[in-house]
C-alpha cells in the first residue's frame, strides 16, 4: 500500500533525494568512498558546500552582504545564539506558540526581554496582530510557522528593528523578501534535508555589534569567515540538502511550491471545514499551508482513536495532532504531492460516511 507520510519533522523529502544521497553514502563521486567516510575538506566535498550556498541564494534571491550558514545544533542552538549575537539591552519576542516561547525563554538570561505580543490566551491558535514594535530594542524576533499549532506569517512584515525569524517549517514554501530581515534561520529537517542540520542566512553587517564575549563556535563570524568549515559541519544532511535545492529549481523553484502549497491547503481546509465530524483549530486568517491542524467536533470526539486506525489502515502516516493541540495534524511540507492530500481527504469522507 502506498505511504502518505505526513510527519511533522523530520518529515517527507522528495523519493529522488532519498535516492540520490543514498548512493553517495555508498559510492560519493566515483571516488569509491562513502560520503560518510571523506573529509569535510575533501577536493570534491568543497563543491558540495559551494553549490549549495549558490542555490540557496539563487532560490531565495537573497541580495549581496548576506552569508548562508550550515551550522549543527538544531534551531534549538539559534535561540541562544541569537541573543549572544544580538542582543546587547533588550529584545523584543513575538509569541506565537511553543516554539517562540523557546526562544524568547533564552533571550532572557542575555538582558530585557520585551514580549510584543502573545496568542497563549487561546492557546496560540492566531498570529497576534495589533502590537507595537518598541524602536529601541536591538532586534524583533518572530517564529513565522508555528508547526504545532497550524498557524502561520505568511507575509513579510516591515520592521523598524532589525527582524530575526525562525523559519524551519516553512522555508522554501514562497518566495520571501530577504532584504526586510537581519537573520533567518531554522532546522533542515522539516522542509529541506534529513536532520543534523542547520541553516542561517545573516545580514553580515550587523554582526560584531554586541559588547559581551561571544565564544568562537557561539559567534557568526566564526562561521561566515570560515564559510561553514571552522569545524566538521554536517556532510551527509548538507548534501542532501543540496540534492533537494537541485530538486527544487528543477521543479520551478519557490514560486511553484507556494502555488502547490497553496492547492493543498485549499483542498485540505475546505474538507475541513466542509466534513460534519471535524473543525479546524487555527483561526482562519493565521491558517498555516504547511501544518494543517484539525480536531474532531465535540459531539464526536470519542472517535478520536477510530479515525487515526482507520487513517493509518489506508497509508496516511503521522497525521495525530501534537500532544499540546490533540487531535490531527497534517505536515504538508514541498515533497507532499497534492494526491496525498486527495487521499487523507478520501479517508474523511469515507470516515464520515460511517458515521
Ligand atoms: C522543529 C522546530 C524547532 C526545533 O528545531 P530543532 O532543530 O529540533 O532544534 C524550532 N522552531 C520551529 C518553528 C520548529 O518547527
Request: with cysteine; proline share 2%.
Given at each position: 500500500m502506498k505511504k502518505y507520510n505526513f510527519n511533522a519533522g523530520p518529515s517527507i523529502l522528495p523519493r529522488e533525494v532519498i535516492e540520490q544521497t543514498a548512493a553517495a553514502c555508498l559510492d560519493f563521486d566515483n571516488s569509491g568512498l562513502s560520503l560518510m567516510e571523506?573529509?569535510?575538506?575533501a577536493k570534491n566535498f568543497q563543491p558540495v558546500v559551494d553549490e549549495a550556498v549558490a542555490l540557496f541564494k539563487e532560490l531565495l534571491n537573497i541580495p549581496e552582504g548576506y552569508s548562508v550558514l550550515f551550522l549543527g545544533g538544531g534551531a534549538s542552538l539559534e535561540f541562544c545564539m541569537v541573543p549572544f549575537n544580538f542582543l546587547e539591552k533588550k529584545a523584543a519576542y513575538l509569541n506565537t506558540g511553543v516554539w517562540a516561547t523557546k526562544a524568547e525563554k533564552e533571550a532572557k538570561a542575555f538582558g530585557e526581554v520585551v514580549e510584543?505580543?502573545?496568542s497563549a490566551d487561546k492557546n496560540f491558535t492566531y498570529i497576534p496582530k495589533n502590537f507595537t514594535i518598541?524602536?529601541?530594542?536591538d532586534y524583533l524576533h518572530i517564529t513565522t510557522n508555528n508547526t504545532i499549532y497550524g498557524?502561520?506569517?505568511r507575509e513579510d512584515i516591515d520592521s523598524p528593528i532589525p527582524l530575526i525569524a525562525?523559519?524551519?517549517?516553512?522555508?522554501?514554501s514562497r518566495p520571501i523578501d530577504?532584504?526586510?530581515?537581519?537573520m533567518i534561520y531554522g532546522g533542515a529537517?522539516?522542509?529541506?534535508?534529513?536532520?543534523?542540520l542547520t541553516f542561517v542566512i545573516v545580514?553580515?553587517?550587523?554582526?560584531?555589534?554586541?559588547s559581551r564575549h561571544i565564544p568562537t563556535m557561539l559567534d557568526y563570524r566564526t562561521h561566515v569567515k570560515k564559510g561553514s568549515m571552522f569545524n566538521t559541519p554536517p556532510v551527509v544532511p548538507i548534501y542532501s540538502a543540496l540534492m533537494n535545492l537541485r530538486y527544487m529549481k528543477a521543479h520551478g523553484g519557490v514560486k511553484a511550491m507556494q502555488e502547490l502549497a497553496e492547492k493543498r491547503a485549499e483542498i485540505l481546509y475546505a474538507e475541513i471545514d466542509r466534513n460534519k465530524l471535524f473543525v479546524g483549530t487555527a483561526e482562519k486568517d493565521s491558517r498555516s499551508l504547511m501544518n494543517i491542524t484539525f480536531v474532531l467536533k465535540e459531539e464526536y470526539k470519542e472517535l478520536e482513536k477510530d479515525f487515526l486506525d482507520f487513517a493509518t489502515s489506508k497509508?496516511?502516516?503521522?497525521v495525530k495532532g501534537h500532544r499540546d493541540v490533540g487531535g490531527f495534524r497534517a505536515?504538508?511540507?514541498?515533497?507532499?504531492s497534492v494526491e496525498g492530500v486527495e487521499a487523507l481527504v478520501k479517508c474523511m469522507q469515507e470516515f464520515e460516511a460511517m458515521h
Open positions: 571523506i573529509s569535510h575538506r510584543i505580543a502573545s518598541p524602536t529601541d530594542a498557524t502561520e506569517i525562525d523559519m524551519s517549517s516553512d522555508i522554501f530577504v532584504s526586510k530581515y537581519t529537517q522539516k522542509n529541506l534535508a534529513m536532520a543534523g545580514k553580515d553587517d550587523a554582526l560584531g555589534k554586541v497509508g496516511m502516516v503521522g505536515s504538508c511540507y514541498n515533497a507532499m
